[in-house]
């Protein structure tokens, strides 16, 4: 079996700018690299579809018909691609490897692409799945059935992310969402942690935190060893990853036509993250 770190770089669920020209992230801030996680579930064409699906069912009255179109899906995509495959069980591995499976009563995700991951994950080590969506409802899956669920009364919860950086969604909608059930968040399982944060939040909340890949200065180091990043950019990337504002401001001052031609794009959301990133200042251009 190959390890997570090559599925990341094979589906471009994780895709490294050129040194020239980093990427535009949603904040207005940039950055050498982009992580789409959900991409491990067949790539992107593949992965794009899975969203447009939840999104197509996210209107209905009765949301079994979106879970079982899900469930439907992800069978699918299991069924075909190793990648994805290889992941489920990766994941499964570690769970089992770390945790008393027997104190855990569910296994939950979060809308949406948590719920590429969990559903298939919580059926391989034996629980229900719970769907918690973003106004904080949740759905429950067991074999066949599929309901509304009100109330989990002292239940123990292991939760499945895409990905995490500074855990956010964590504390606003998925404890809580859990907790106003009368259930408890204990552990967490991300197949991402991007390393802003997130574990000394989970922690601090009393879960136990766990991921298949953390995006380090090593990470990146094996990456470049094979082959799948270059050597700028990896240069690029360690720099970044010591201090991501000043590495960033520094590139902005040495090539200022990177910021005018992004302004200036007939790409919409490269304007206009460029237009935030200069209306806020968030590099503090201004102030030189």
Known sequence: MRDITEYLFTTNAIKVSDPKTPFWYASGLIGPFYINTHYLAGGEATAV??????TLYSSE????????AIDLKVREIYEM????????????????????V???????????????????VAELIGKPALFIRKDATVWV????????????????VLHI????????????????AVKQLGGTITHALNIVDRLQGADKVLRGRGITPLSLARIDAEFFHVASQRGCI????????????RDPFTTMKKFLFETPSFLKDSLASDDEKIAARARLCVSEDLYKLKAG
């Not at 995700?109 to 991951?117: A, I, K, L, S």
């Not at 895409?162 to 998925?174: C, H, P």
């Not at 270059?230 to 990853?241: C, F, K, L, N």
Request: charged share 30%; proline share 2%.
């Open 49 to 54: 579809e899975l969203l447009e699906l939840i």
């Open 61 to 68: 009255v009765s949301y079994d018909k979106c879970i079982r």
């Open 81 to 100: 691609h190793p990648i994805f495959r290889d992941t489920l069980r990766k994941a499964t591995d570690l769970i089992e490897t770390n945790m008393d």
């Open 102 to 120: 027997s104190k855990i009563d569910f296994v939950s995700g979060g809308e949406r692409r948590d719920w590429f991951f969990h559903s298939l």
């Open 141 to 156: 899956k067991e074999n066949d059935d599929i309901g509304r669920q009100d109330a989990i009364g002292g239940a123990k």
């Open 161 to 176: 992310a895409d990905l995490v950086t500074i855990a956010s969604s964590y504390v606003k909608v998925w404890i809580p």
């Open 230 to 241: 270059t050597r700028a950019q990896h240069g690029m990337i360690v720099d970044y990853i």
